[in-house]
C-alpha cells in the first residue's frame, strides 16, 4: 500500500503544454505571461525577448538541422480560426457539398493533358501537378536567435524554407483573398471571391438530400487516376471493382433505403440482409474470389440504383451513365443466375438469387420501366414457388418473401394488362408440371376465394403453413407473425383488401370479356363488392404506440391515412368505375396527407416508394387545377430529392391523363382506360 501511494500521486500529477509564449521563454522552459511587444518574464532577467513569430514551414529531407529551432505556435487566434470555419459553412453549405464536388469533377474531366487547371469552388479545389516543380527549391533560412537552451521534441520543428514566403509557389488570388479575410478582423462573414461558376452553384434551388450522404465524397474526386485505388494493388480480379463502389453503398444505405421503407430502424431487410450481402460481395472482389451470378447481379443492380438516385439529385450525366452500365452488368449476371437457378446441386443459396431478383425489381421499378420489372417479379414468383414455399422458412426468408409480395401486389394493382402475357402462361405451366404447386395455397392467377363473409373471414386465425404459404394473400384472416408492419409500416389487413379488390377487378374483367366460364355471378360480384367496400371505409387504423420517435409516428400516421383514402378510389375506380366527381372528397384527403407529411419532415423523403402508389391513384383523379398543381408540386419535390426518374415518369403520365380530361370527349377518360388502349402500360409509374 505504501509503495503505489506515490505512484498513485505522480499519475495525478497532469501537465500543460503551451504553444502560446514568447520564443525565450519557451526555450528555457519557464511560464510566459506572454505580454507584447516583449513579455515581462524577459524584461525582469534583463533578456532578449524572442517574440512571438509566426510561420508555415516544412521539413525537407535535405534540409540541415543545425540551424537554429523553431517553435510550434497557433497559426491563427481563436477569432480568426471561428471566422475561417463560419466561412467554410457559408461557402458550402452541407447540402450543397455534393454538388460543389460535382461540378469540380466534370470541370476536370473536360480539360485536357496540357491545359493548366487551377478551379476552386467554396473551399474545394483542383489543380494539376506539374511533375517539373513538385519539389522545391531549398533555401537556408536564417535565424539569428541565439538559443542557450534546449527543448523538447513537442516543442521544436526543425527551420526550412518558409511557405509563404517561397517564390516558387505564389499563392493563388483565391487563397490570398481567404487569408486576408481570416486575418484582417473582420467580424462580418463575407465568402473570398470564388470563381464565377460557384456562384451559378449557389443560386440553384438548395439540395434536400440526406445529408448523411454528403459526408462520404468518392476517392475519385481527390486522387489522380495514376493513384487512385485499383492502382494500389496487383490483383489482377480488382480491376472489375469500381472505384465508385464504396461511395454509391454509404449513398445507397444513408439515402437510398428510406425510398423503400418510411420506417427508420436497422432491422429492416436492407438493413439486415441488402446492405452485408453487398458488402460481402465487394469484399470478395477485393480480395479476388470466386463470386457467383447471383451475388454479382445484386452488387450491380444496388450500385445502379444508388447511381440514378445520385445522377437525379446532382444532375450530372457521369452518375446517370455509369447507372446504365451497372444495370447492363446487372441483367447480364441475372441472365446467367437464372440459367442455373434450379440446378442441383443448387450453385447459388436461395436467399443469395432472392435478393437478386428483388434487387432488379428495384432498379426497373425505380428507374421507371414497368416491362421489366414485370419480368423480374414473375421470375421471383417462380423461384418462391418452387424453392421457397417447400422449404423451411427462416424470419430472413420471411423477410425477402413479405417485400417481394408487397411490391407485387402494388405492382399487380396497376399492371392490369399483364394478365395474359406469354411469359406469365409460361411460368404458371412450368410451376403446375413441376409437382411442386402443391405447396402454393393461392391461386398463380390472381382470383378470387370462395370467402362468403368479409367480416367473419377478416377475424380468423391463420396458421403458420398458410401464413407463408398464401403467398399473394388470396385468403382473408388474421396472421400474428406477419412482418408488413415491421419492414413497411402498413398493416397486413390493408395488404390484404388491396389483394382482395385486385382479384374481383380481374373477374370484371374477364366478365367483359366474355369468358362467362371461370366467372362468377352477378350476384355474387355485387355481394363481394358491397362487403369490400363496406370493410374498407371502416378499416381502422393500427396503433403506433410501438413506434418510440414522435416524428416517426406523425409520417406512419399520414401514410396510413394517403393509402387507406387511396385505396377507396382505386376500389371505386376498378370495381364501379364511378364518375371522378364523386372522389373528390377522398382525392383531397390524400394530397392533405402527402403534403402534411413533407411538411413533417421536408429535408428527406421517408417511404416515397410506397407514397407514389397513393399518389398516382389519387392524382388521376384530381379535377381541381390548385390539386393538380399542388400533386405536381409533390412529385416534383420527390424526384429532386430522391434523384429517382419514377417520380417523373409518373407525373408525365399523370399529366397526360389531365390532358386526356380536357379534350373535346375526355371528361370520362380514366387511368384504367389508358391502360387498356394507347399508354403504354409498362410505364405509369
Known amino acids: ?40 518574464t524577459c524584461r525582469y532577467l534583463g533578456l532578449d525577448c524572442g517574440g512571438y513569430e509566426k510561420d508555415i514551414f516544412f521539413d525537407f529531407e535535405s534540409s540541415p538541422r543545425n540551424l537554429g529551432v523553431r517553435f510550434r505556435r497557433p497559426l491563427f487566434s481563436v477569432k480568426e480560426r471561428e471566422r475561417m470555419s463560419q466561412w467554410l459553412v457559408s461557402s458550402a453549405p452541407p447540402k450543397t ?53 534546449s527543448s523538447s521534441p513537442e516543442d521544436v520543428i526543425p527551420p526550412t524554407d518558409p511557405y509563404l514566403a517561397s517564390s516558387e509557389m505564389p499563392l493563388s488570388p483565391w487563397s490570398q483573398a481567404l487569408l486576408h479575410f481570416t486575418l484582417d478582423g473582420q467580424e462580418n462573414v463575407p465568402s473570398p471571391p470564388p470563381p464565377g461558376y460557384l456562384d451559378a452553384v449557389m443560386d440553384q434551388d438548395t439540395l434536400e438530400d440526406d445529408s448523411a450522404a454528403n459526408e462520404y465524397l468518392p476517392t475519385s474526386y481527390f486522387l489522380d487516376h495514376s493513384i487512385s485505388p485499383t492502382s494500389l494493388t496487383s490483383m489482377g480480379t480488382t480491376k472489375a ?19 423503400m421503407t418510411p420506417l427508420r430502424h436497422s432491422k429492416t431487410p436492407w438493413h439486415v440482409l441488402f446492405i452485408p450481402h453487398t458488402k460481402s460481395c465487394l469484399a470478395g472482389l477485393v480480395l479476388g474470389d470466386h463470386m457467383t451470378d ?31 452500365i451497372y444495370k447492363h452488368k446487372a441483367q447480364r449476371h441475372a441472365r446467367m443466375m437464372l440459367a442455373t437457378a434450379y ?43 418452387l424453392r421457397g414455399l417447400p422449404r423451411k422458412k427462416s424470419r430472413k426468408v420471411r423477410l425477402l418473401h413479405h417485400c417481394y409480395v408487397f411490391e407485387r401486389i402494388i405492382h399487380e394493382s396497376i399492371f392490369i394488362c399483364g394478365a395474359n402475357s406469354r411469359q406469365r402462361h409460361h411460368v404458371h405451366a412450368a410451376i403446375e408440371t ?72 380481374k373477374e370484371k374483367d374477364a366478365t367483359e370479356a366474355d369468358d362467362a366460364s371461370n366467372c362468377i355471378s352477378l350476384k355474387e360480384f355485387s355481394g363481394r363488392a358491397k362487403t369490400l367496400e363496406d370493410y374498407i371505409n371502416k378499416l381502422p387504423l393500427p396503433s403506433l404506440d410501438h413506434i418510440p420517435s414522435e416524428l416517426d409516428r406523425e409520417i406512419i400516421k399520414n401514410m396510413l391515412n394517403a393509402m387507406q383514402n387511396a385505396l377507396a378510389i382505386y376500389f371505386y375506380r376498378r370495381i364501379h368505375d364511378v364518375d371522378s366527381s364523386l372522389l373528390q372528397q377522398k382525392v383531397a384527403g390524400v394530397l392533405d396527407h402527402l403534403l402534411r407529411c413533407e411538411d413533417t419532415d421536408s429535408t428527406v423523403v421517408h417511404g416515397s416508394a410506397g407514397f407514389i402508389w397513393p399518389a398516382f391513384i389519387a392524382a388521376c383523379e384530381a379535377e381541381d387545377s390548385l390539386a393538380q398543381v399542388s400533386f405536381s408540386d409533390w412529385f416534383v419535390n420527390s424526384a429532386r430529392r430522391s434523384g ?21 370527349n375526355g371528361k370520362s377518360v380514366t387511368w384504367l382506360d389508358l391502360m387498356k388502349s394507347t399508354m403504354p402500360f409498362q410505364q405509369l409509374f
Open 241 to 259: 471493382v469500381p472505384q465508385d463502389a464504396v461511395f454509391l453503398l454509404k449513398h445507397y444505405a444513408s439515402a437510398v433505403i428510406s425510398l
Open 644 to 664: 429517382l426518374s419514377c417520380f417523373t415518369e409518373t407525373l408525365a403520365n399523370i399529366q397526360r391523363i389531365w390532358q386526356e380530361k380536357t379534350s373535346a
Open 343 to 385: 440446378n442441383v446441386p443448387k450453385v447459388a443459396k436461395y436467399k443469395s438469387i432472392l435478393m437478386a431478383l428483388l434487387t432488379m425489381v428495384q432498379v426497373t421499378m425505380l428507374s421507371g420501366n414497368r416491362r421489366e420489372s414485370e419480368y423480374y417479379f414473375v421470375e421471383a414468383e417462380k423461384f418462391v414457388r
Open 1 to 40: 500500500m505504501t509503495d503505489s501511494l506515490p505512484e498513485a500521486v505522480h499519475e495525478s500529477v497532469t501537465h500543460t503544454r503551451s504553444f502560446t509564449g514568447c520564443a525565450t521563454c519557451r526555450s528555457r522552459h519557464v511560464k510566459c505571461d506572454e505580454g507584447r511587444p516583449e513579455c515581462s
Open 97 to 149: 457539398t455534393l454538388r460543389i464536388i460535382s461540378h469540380i469533377d466534370e470541370e476536370c474531366e473536360r480539360t485536357t493533358i496540357s491545359d493548366e487547371v487551377e478551379i476552386h469552388q467554396g473551399p474545394f479545389g483542383a489543380f494539376r501537378l506539374n511533375q517539373d516543380r513538385d519539389t522545391l527549391p531549398y533555401k537556408p533560412a536564417v535565424n539569428d536567435r541565439e538559443q542557450t537552451h
Open 294 to 324: 447471383a451475388s454479382l447481379c445484386a452488387f450491380y443492380g444496388t450500385l445502379a440504383i444508388s447511381a440514378f438516385s445520385l445522377g437525379g439529385v446532382s444532375g450530372f450525366r457521369t452518375w446517370s451513365e455509369k447507372a446504365v
Open 434 to 505: 413441376s409437382g411442386l404447386g402443391n405447396y402454393s395455397l393461392d391461386s398463380l392467377s390472381f382470383r378470387l376465394s370462395g370467402w362468403k363473409n368479409l367480416d367473419q373471414e377478416m377475424m380468423r386465425v391463420r396458421g403458420k403453413e398458410e401464413g407463408e404459404n398464401d403467398l399473394h394473400l388470396e385468403r382473408p384472416g388474421f396472421w400474428s407473425n406477419t412482418l408488413y408492419p415491421e419492414i413497411f409500416g402498413i398493416p397486413e389487413p390493408w395488404v390484404i383488401l388491396l389483394s382482395q379488390v385486385i382479384r374481383l377487378g
